[in-house]
């Protein structure tokens, strides 16, 4: 078992920033890749950013790119998205997420776009942009 438990979110004017967090506990994080999503009220829950268990490689949604971060500390077992020059199209529940077994090879788990092969979520955290 994983439990993830999520912190920050809130409200911020258009071309503000956040900073969200994801504390991992229950397995050894430093072989998880780890992902972010986010779902808009009426959408589906869609692909935001993602890591490599080292925090080496990262991956975005176009979307994003260039305004979002995602990084990690392993030490604290939590990883982050900073999220600069906010959108009010940003505005979700941003969630994150830990890629189940199907992602498994060699002793780590890669990290993908599909929410369908995220095994453990966050509880969402409320991000709501005003333009």
């Known amino acids: 078992q994983v439990q993830l438990v999520q912190s920050g979110g809130g409200l911020v004017q258009a071309g503000g920033s956040l900073r969200l967090s994801c504390a991992a506990s229950?397995?050894?994080?430093?072989?998880?890749?780890m992902g972010w999503f986010r779902q808009a009220p009426g959408k589906e829950r869609e692909f935001v950013a993602a890591?490599?268990?080292?925090?080496?490689?990262?991956y975005y949604a176009d979307s994003v790119k260039g305004r979002f971060t995602i990084s990690r500390d392993n030490t604290k077992n939590t990883v982050y998205l900073q999220m600069n020059s906010l959108k009010p199209e940003d505005t979700a529940v941003y969630y994150c997420?830990?890629?189940?077994?199907?992602?498994?090879?060699?002793?780590?788990?890669?990290?993908?776009?599909?929410?369908?092969?995220?095994?453990?979520w966050g509880q969402g955290t409320q991000v709501t942009v005003s333009s």
């Open positions: 890591n490599t268990w080292s925090g080496e490689d990262t």
């Open positions: 997420a830990v890629p189940g077994f199907r992602t498994y090879y060699s002793g780590r788990y890669y990290p993908v776009s599909s929410a369908n092969e995220y095994e453990y």
């Open positions: 229950g397995r050894t994080f430093a072989r998880y890749a």
